[in-house]
């Protein structure tokens, strides 16, 4: 009877530790995916004249605004760029900045920039609507190489094989800007 007990206990045990595994990952991206909210957590690494930077990252885009968190070693936010349809703020330490463009403060402030309006596509593996593209895919379907607007987005790796699931690791080129974004978590319809 007690080795029943023990073997019950372990059980209640077991199951507790699998309460405390995270909720799995979305690997595809929802229906309308253009449409729905998201956020992403990960890391950004830019090669821009012979300068290289690399921090995590934090990106909440709504169907209006946009915030992008770069992020120290250590989790502190080193810049924050926010960005409605009427103007975009950059914040680095106690420095504030404003434009119009969040393409343009970038440049002047951090010395390179990311395309906001085609990247929160790009980063959901389609192509910007209303511009045109050059796409080629793989035999599952998915963008291998995306051309748009200058750009040269570049799809590493995939978080599974079906034609829409989403990118993990992708890499773009712009001139001398290079950017590898490499993303560690999803999240749909954030607050």
Not at 70 to 86: E, I, N, W
Not at 132 to 138: K, L, T, V
Request: glycine share 8%; with cysteine; charged share 20%.
């Amino acid at each position: 009877m007690l080795r029943f007990l023990h073997l019950i206990f372990i059980a209640m045990l077991l199951g507790g530790c699998a309460l405390l595994h995270p909720a799995p990952q979305p690997v595809v991206r929802p229906t309308q995916s253009e449409l729905v909210p998201f956020a992403l957590n990960g890391r950004i690494s830019i090669n821009h004249q012979g300068n290289r930077h690399s921090s995590g990252l934090r990106w909440t885009h709504q169907a209006q605004t946009d915030e992008i968190l770069l992020l120290a070693p250590l989790g502190q936010t080193a810049a924050r760029v926010y960005s409605d349809a009427k103007h975009t703020t950059l914040d680095e330490g106690d420095k504030h900045y404003q434009n119009e463009s969040p393409e343009l403060l970038m440049q002047e402030v951090l010395g390179w920039y990311l395309p906001l309006k085609g990247l929160h596509h790009w980063l959901l593996g389609l192509a910007e609507t209303g511009s045109p593209a050059q796409i080629e895919r793989d035999g599952n379907g998915q963008i291998v190489v995306l051309r748009q607007d200058g750009w040269e987005v570049r799809y590493l790796s995939y978080a599974g094989t079906k034609p829409d699931s989403l990118p993990k690791r992708m890499q773009l080129k712009h001139e001398d800007l290079q950017v590898q974004l490499l993303i560690d978590e999803w999240e749909w319809n954030p607050q």
